[in-house]
């Protein structure tokens, strides 16, 4: 199993997170970025860096994506394609993307991306706050115990 990261938005408190865990737990984890981030230095913890253009960290996420991956990113149809090929996706909030639920949660994507381009401010998320950030590092720690007992 390894973790990869959508890490252009990927908040640095998260990646912190992650940088602990990878460390912790001795899985390799994968930065994929268009741009250089920092990073320390771990035999855990690579970086891969992209093209700039729309969609291509993405589509090299799944491309190198195995079942069982987990997958850290906010990126809706992303998850979609994360969970079509059997891997795991963790937004930023610590909310798991499922079967069960990213249907629903395309559709209101697109839904307001409907009303964006009708010209009507629909706000953006709430501000990462330390509930988000602890719901997301316990979502995780559970996450990454249960498969390293596999």
Request: aromatic share 8%; with cysteine; net charge positive.
């Amino acid at each position: 199993m390894k973790i990869w990261v959508d890490a252009d938005a990927c908040p640095a408190v998260i990646k912190d997170i992650l940088f602990r865990a990878a460390e912790r737990t001795r899985i390799q984890m994968t930065l994929v970025a268009n741009r250089p981030l920092r990073f320390p230095p771990s035999p855990y913890i690579s970086f891969l860096r992209v093209a700039a253009g729309l969609d291509v960290a993405d589509n090299e996420i799944v491309k190198k994506l195995s079942a069982d991956d987990l997958v850290i990113t906010a990126d809706i149809p992303l998850a979609a394609k994360v969970i079509e090929k059997g891997g795991y996706a963790l937004n930023p909030r610590g909310e798991f993307y499922s079967a069960e639920n990213i249907r629903a949660r395309l559709s209101m994507r697109d839904f307001l991306d409907s009303l964006r381009a009708d010209g009507i401010d629909t706000g953006g998320p709430p501000t990462l706050n330390q509930s988000d950030r602890q719901q997301f590092a316990n979502r995780l720690d559970t996450f990454l115990t249960r498969a390293r007992s596999r």
